[in-house]
Nanobody, 122 residues
């Protein structure tokens, strides 16, 4: 069974930085697309960033471009470096990975982590 565990969330002042980690068990991330999503209170879950199954391509939502960086740290860990944080970045951040190898993140189903809270104070 694949499990994803996110860590690194917390409270930070606007302009600060946080680094989130997502660690997989039951399977590695090698050959699988991985991404980060977030959900703010009373809002729908939204895409933040992803890396394709090769790890060669990354994609970012417009609100985080230039501030967030997704990286594959090793076969089982993907990180999200978040800089220049803003109050509107406050949300629960979720890690996701494709169920099938060598496909896009949202094709064929997705595994999700339990989420980690990020709160940015103004």
């Amino acid at each position: 069974q694949v499990q994803l565990v996110e860590t690194g969330g917390g409270l930070v002042q606007a302009g600060g930085s946080l680094k989130l980690s997502c660690t997989a068990s039951g399977r590695t991330f090698s050959g699988y697309a991985v991404g980060w999503y977030r959900q703010a209170p009373e809002k729908d879950r939204e895409f933040v960033a992803s890396t394709n199954w090769l790890g060669a391509l990354t994609n970012y939502a417009d609100p985080v471009k230039g501030r967030f960086t997704i990286s594959r740290e090793n076969r089982s860990t993907v990180t999200l470096q978040m800089n220049a944080l803003k109050p509107e970045d406050t949300a629960v951040y979720y890690c996701a990975t494709a169920r099938s190898p060598r496909v896009a993140l949202t094709m064929g189903g997705t595994y999700w982590g339990q989420g980690t809270q990020v709160t940015v104070s103004s």
